[in-house]
């Protein structure tokens, strides 16, 4: 199953670091849903590499080809099919790379699995420009729920081994301060001096050419209370096995987390209240589900990321031609820290896995249809239909 | 689900006649299978437009791009991604047609499920077309599968009103010479005359602004003893799933078929025997399925395939947006006969089904691994490994 | 995938024929459908074995134990469980046949698939008995169709080596008298002369220790338009689907089928006109599917159901021990035509085909909520809920 | 899909708190695993309730009843299914639960999602009683693969608000002390001492009417390298889409887990070394896994569980049929903390999606065939098959 995502959506990914594209193919999406080209691009460039000292200087322009599914602005029914082809690889740099596999990667598992037939160069399938091609699908999702008054952000919540801190994303209602603060601060942080901090931590790891990692949350605002399912697919189950598809992910915790652990249960539970006739819980430790299904709060997960294993100090390695040990010192363009670039991909991967579970209850309202280049809306055209 | 097939193997078919590129992913596929791009190619023409005075005038040159999964012309264990552009599109022949749908295709129904926003033009997703994509993948299946011995073969039973007919595909064993004449004959028939005969019914259609249905049958040679699943999953469920994604596929059998309803027990029963130290059935009703699984006789089935349904005779139809009767003349290229044409996309399918199957049991062949452009061959690196 | 079947509907089939029980699971339908346990009672003697001289003698009960998914009447949201208790096994009539594989069953390739450790009482997994577990959830999913206006109605349209021909269910609409002689004919026919001649075909077929095949035509009247995919899950895939999952099912077809290959395109196109203010087609060879979406018209396929393989009559086999010739005569209880009780079975197999192709489509109408034993109805809690 | 699990294997959990009966069917396994009854049943008696005084005094045999898919002791290749009869039921304790929704439980979702129709009784469908079932699956699951030379174990790492902390399970080999240890301790604990402390935590949350949550580490030794996939079907992926359906989890890492968000990469690497001739990576940080496969290193990870959500205390809900608040106080019987009950089925998780992944790449390795029961083994049978 591999690289494929989704119970009514069917998200298939394909393309390695180095082949002539990268993309995605999103199958079962509902016919009607205006895709906003500009505000898809404008989501992708959160991602893209080449931005900032902070990132690698592979610089890509990240600009996807729809090659099918969309018709004039919308979504019409067929799967959506769309590209980014690559242009800036050094597949020389990765040659090596075969023979002696960098701790941290893929690179020696894949060969086994792959009996040696893998793509190697720049991480072949493996590399995190995939996520590319899963913002492309996430942001479509984003468009969609949104539409429907539901609103995602992501940030760093921490970063580093000193483990810089910024605040939380607002557990009980949307705050929309904090949702333009992520977008206009330095790193996609609340706070602009923790984004400061963060920052210079990076830049610390970059010049020890090492590398660090950190924790990113994130909230989905406005999801109806009900939807989800019990044990295998309720929403914790759906979000992580999405979350865990972003390479350098080790981690998925929901509301409290790991600290619930430590929570007594009088701590722990939620209590409810009615609040202006709406039942309204005065906490969020259970991150908006309960049983695998929302509860009507904002749905809160976290989710940790390691270091890039990609540095660039020497390392203890095997030459898996010749047995032996090797030492390593991997080459090419690497991001010091890719939580920056990961926050996007972390709401792009909330977006598909929640509207997917919308989509399964029926409760993703299919947007109003309209009238189209004169063509006759739908509503007029379902006045002749037998049923 | 859609436009996906398989358990093991994912095929995700997308694009519409129109878009700029169909294509499929195929994600699942092992590593390590050569593929050879000619023989791919070949394979491609037998299904492609233009090519002769019985099929549609639009023509394609239906080359592939590969833009992923395929490295050294080995599959790499990525997702492999193939597209075909489209550029020999004429969409003003369309227009009308979101308004007064075609009889016999899916225009009106996809109008109400797509609310008026599907891609009408060419028929969209619903095209002909997106056979090409289906056979780029089986093609790849077809190679994998003949290289562990299973030939697939396929051609026209009959055709037309008067139900022109042809020979049958040897059910007990491969007939090299069978192969061969379908491949050289005016049709894929066995028999040069009833090739000959054929060509003359579409032709005649053809002058008459008509068309004309037929029966193919195809055959599996090779598939070992002991494979697929009772109930759902078996040979025959597999195969109807992805026949029946074949557009104008109205009926699908096996074996006997519906033939066997008009049989006694005593009569369908294929009796086994012992031959030179194997078990051998002695007749081939069952088409080598008995409760979903494999019986180690050659895989025989047949689809029906509907008469062209667009015809250049005026037809009746309605006017969506006023509500009225209309009478419509489709405009555009069209094959007055698609059989000849869906022959490969037959074998094809087969082949998916099959090699689908095989994976699942454990039973697909993985090829030798080998020595790879300077790299050390999987054997030998499996040497240093812990498990 | 094996015994599984649906896309949002999941029924998990298991059991052998001797084993303690057979049943059945159904996760994925929604809570609130009334389930009527005499209606379902009524629906599974219409397929239970002994019931008549033209079945076999083994007599069982066929009532299912329900053990979880419904309360108070209703399904409750959590995956339906149901057994049936099997009592009335004579293990000791198969013994034999794990070493000489009875022609025309799954005795050999299973050996094979299952390496000689399946069970080979009764027919094990393969047996015709585990039809009745289909029939409990496609009891159920008649019972949910019914409430939206969906009839479903099968009868036996030919059967025996002289083709025994019954009248053909109305294509265009439902015709209640037929659905009323169908299940009050002495067998499912639409015409009482039609039933008794089949009848004494069957008895003939008895008497001369050999079995007869047949076709059922089945029928679904209240389909909306507008439901199903194209490609891999179209209406015709998804019943083909199921339907070759019904042991002995060889062929299906939808439509005119097989016949649709000698028909003009403009014989076969199904004319639109307009008809009180619907778009009605003016005939239904397309057996109420186009492009693998429901146009409205009733869905029309039939099934062609193999002779029965266990006959009396010794027959050729082999002694898979010894790897000689063998002949074998076939003890136990069978029946001398299968296809009169295999009609409720395409019923429950379309029935289940539609409701998940509703279910993904967000189509099927939830039933309205009710006042419970004292519960307040969902509409009133609703008033208080946050979303 | 909801409580259904795997690509290969198919589990489908049923049944709810009081329902008759809970069970599972276990579809895909393949035929000829020995499976012990006796050892499934001290697997089984590690969750079961009423044992201890740390646990809920309900106490039920959980005895399963196997109906199908096991002949002789060995699977025969069709689906399993397991039955669990319930019978210490009081549903009289939980009608008020409809009304008055109990904090930090389902009652309040689950009641908008099934629209009140859900059975409320014991939890329902969302009951931690349905980790029964999973348990019986994951008996089976872990005697496949301990047969396979995969062995897998599950302890309380760390209980309660004060952190109570036990040793951690090697990482790097297996410690047959350590597996001993946790068999052996009042607790399922690698130290003697820890056990005993939590022990005091647990009854001291019991005293005071509340509840406490605890981390369980699992690890899995003897795993091959090169299994499980990339993006969404990593071994990650897999083992977090089970775990989070393991009620109370609200958090699931791998190796360092979140931890490694506060190391280098210098210091996360796990750098490799030769060692016997062997690939052996010197720590373990990444928790056997890179890229979703599995590196040959043991698969290491952590579940969060958080404290029981009914507690004796009041605790402030809502009334949802008057829409005003309401104060809570839970009867009915239950475990002051259910960590130490969750350790077997961690363990139970961790085997079924590891099964699943190695059945998918073909890398389970069937158990020799062997002569049974008078009839010859599959291998002399094999002799005479044609394929």
Redo the contacts between chains.
Sequence with gaps: ?????G??L?L?????SH?????C?L??IP??IAVDMDELQRFLERRAPGRSDTATTRREADRP?????I?DG????????A?IHNTNTRSQDYAEL??V?R????D????????????VAGG???SGR?TAPLCIAGGIALQALRAQGIRIAAHIV????E?TADARLNPLQLDEAQLTSILNNELPCIDAEAARRMHEVILG?KNSL??????IECAAY?????????????I??RI???A??I?A??????????????????????????DE??????TN???GI???????MPIVWKM????????G?T????D??D???ADLKVRGRHDPCIVPRAVPVAEAACALALFDAL????RFV?PP?QE?DG????E????????
Tied chains: 1, 2, 3, 4.
């Design positions: 199953m591999a690289s494929i995502f119970n009514v069917h298939s990914i394909f393309g390695q082949s002539p594209a990268i993309g193919t199958d079962g016919a009607g080809e729809f090659v099918a599914g018709t919308h979504t019409n029914g067929a799967p959506i099919a590209l075969r023979r596999p701790p941290g990667h893929a020696y598992p894949a060969r086994v699995k792959y009996r040696n037939y893998h793509d072949g399938h493996f995939l921490s970063l580093g081994p483990g790891a090492d590398s660090v990692g950190g924790v406005g999801m109806p209370v009900g939807v989800g399912d019990p044990m295998f697919d309720g914790e189950n992580a096995r999405i865990f598809g390479p992910v080790k981690g998925v915790d929901f509301g409290a987390g790991f600290g619930c652990a430590r929570l007594r249960g009088s701590e722990d539970n939620d209590a409810y209240r009615m006739g709406q039942v309204r819980p005065q430790n259970a991150g309960l049983g695998g299904i929302s509860t009507g940790a990321v390691k270091p890039t294993a990609s540095i100090r390392q203890h390695s095997v898996l031609d047995g032996v040990n989509l399964e209850d029926g299919v249809a189209q063509c006759s809306a739908p007029r055209s379902e006045r002749f239909m037998s049923a």
